[in-house]
Every structure is written in C-alpha cells, then in structure tokens.
C-alpha cells in the first residue's frame, strides 16, 4: 500500500465521492477506483459502502482511516 493511495482513500471519506475525490487529488476516477479494489483485495474487506449517491466508509473503512490519520 502506497501513501498516495491512503491520501486517496482518506480524501474520498472527506469528499463522500470517489469522482470528486480523484479530482481533488489529480487522478482520474477509474485509476483511484482500481486502487481502492486492489486495496480491498490485499486486505480482504470492502472498505466503502457504494451507494447511488456516493460512497461512505464500511466498518473496516473507518477503522482504517482512523489508522491512517
């Protein structure tokens, strides 16, 4: 896991979608979400709840957040 993909994760929480988030940070929607896939897989839990409005985080998702702040 690489720092950029934890700022990612940690922005995407603040901003509640993965699309404004990947704005903010300079990336492209689909690259942050694969990293946010690749992420889930090499921790095998899924960290956000989806939703048609966006995204907030799973259990494991605020668990991981505090950690990382």
Same mark, same amino acid.
């Given at each position: +896991?690489? %720092?950029?993909? %934890?700022k990612l994760f940690l922005s995407t929480i603040e901003e509640g979608q993965i699309g404004r988030a990947a704005f903010r940070e300079h990336v492209v929607p689909s690259a942050a979400t694969k990293r946010f896939q690749d992420l889930e897989d090499a921790i095998g839990m899924k960290l956000f709840d989806r939703t048609a409005r966006g +995204? #907030?985080?799973?259990q494991a998702g605020v668990? %991981? #957040?505090r950690h990382v702040r």
């Amino acid at each position: +896991v690489d %720092l950029f993909t %934890l700022k990612l994760f940690l922005s995407t929480i603040e901003e509640g979608q993965i699309g404004r988030a990947a704005f903010r940070e300079h990336v492209v929607p689909s690259a942050a979400t694969k990293r946010f896939q690749d992420l889930e897989d090499a921790i095998g839990m899924k960290l956000f709840d989806r939703t048609a409005r966006g +995204v #907030a985080p799973s259990q494991a998702g605020v668990i %991981l #957040a505090r950690h990382v702040r």
